[in-house]
């Protein structure tokens, strides 16, 4: 007896559905596997549809900065225009900002933290970053009230800003007090707010309660200046509020509490510790990838496995 049976070839997949595929892989894998599989799938990997999000954190903390804004400037022309989300740790310069925007019509989600990035660039290219929701500039050392001021003149549609900093990175500051003021007065629609660690006062915080109105998350761990008394929590019953502990900062000995982990002694109400940091993404292996190496030998670099005298590989399982 015949059976009549229909088969559909991974290489017929239309690139769409390709590239939804290959994101759940790691980068490493759909920069130097995926192409070698065959053409379609090749032809996938260099086109727009694996990287409308882009997400290098993590390889790009232990990175050169010419080797990243190398891969930043091959994945974002990939990207064709299309790209929604970016995330990358340390940018190098103001350049590699210029670039992103350049790029950003259809951006909506950008973190940048640990970047070396400065206020003059951030007013230059604030405005052609206007379809961001979600912006992460936590740890940025150079950059202050200035540019976050551009920031909220021209992001309109932003509802998530994640600026944090570590002690460490503030011994040589007093106030950052007007970045607080400057929050209030330019981003009414924010949703999620994370200050943790800056040096603002309790009326900067009030201000921003009392300004953006539709404020859902608050985050102020380690803002030792601010004091949210049993008033303002009844006032702002709608806000969940992570605040400093209530006791004698003499007290600490360390600088355990400027992690992100929780916490009995922060105040009680409302602390939800799973909506404080987002999914971490899974671990990327950077054994076999080498800083000194070009971009066409970065995408060639062999995978776990590859024997050179035979020509063969060890394939990972087909998806």
């Not at 899974?282 to 080498?290: C, I, R």
Request: glycine share 6%; hydrophobic share 40%.
């Amino acid at each position: 007896m015949e059976e009549d049976c229909e088969f559909r070839y991974w290489d017929e997949l239309i690139p769409d559905a390709l590239g939804l595929i290959f994101k759940n892989l790691s980068l490493q894998e759909i920069l130097t596997v995926i192409p070698r599989v065959c053409k379609s799938w090749g032809k996938a990997v260099r086109g727009p549809y694996c990287w409308q999000e882009i997400d290098i954190e993590q390889w790009s903390e232990l990175r050169r900065p010419e080797t990243l804004d190398r891969m930043l400037q091959m994945l974002i022309t990939r990207s064709s225009g299309s790209l929604r989300k970016l995330c990358v740790s340390g940018l190098p310069c103001d350049q590699s900002l210029s670039f992103i925007a350049d790029h950003a019509k259809s951006l909506q989600t950008l973190q940048l933290p640990r970047s070396e990035i400065g206020n003059e660039i951030v007013e230059q290219v604030a405005w052609r970053l206007s379809t961001i929701t979600f912006l992460d500039i936590s740890h940025c050392r150079n950059i202050g009230a200035p540019a976050l001021e551009a920031i909220g003149k021209h992001c309109k549609s932003l509802t998530r800003l994640r600026r944090t900093m570590h002690p460490l990175e503030l011994i040589d500051k007093l106030s950052q007090d007007d970045e607080a003021l400057v929050i209030a007065a330019t981003m009414p629609k924010l949703r999620h707010l994370e200050l943790a660690y800056l040096l603002i006062s309790t009326e900067s915080v009030l201000k921003i309660l009392s300004s953006c109105t539709v404020l859902e998350f608050l985050d102020v761990r380690g803002c030792w200046n601010v004091i949210l008394d049993e008033k303002i929590v009844k006032k702002f019953s709608g806000v969940k509020v992570i605040g400093p502990p209530p006791i004698d900062c003499c007290k600490i000995t360390g600088w355990d509490d400027c992690s992100n982990s929780g916490s009995s002694r922060y105040l009680s109400w409302d602390f939800v510790a799973g909506e404080i940091d987002d999914d971490y993404y899974e671990d990327m292996s950077d054994a076999a990838w080498e800083d000194d190496q070009s971009m066409e030998e970065v995408e060639l670099r062999f995978y776990d496995g590859f024997d050179f005298n035979n020509g063969l590989f060890d394939w990972p399982h087909s998806p």
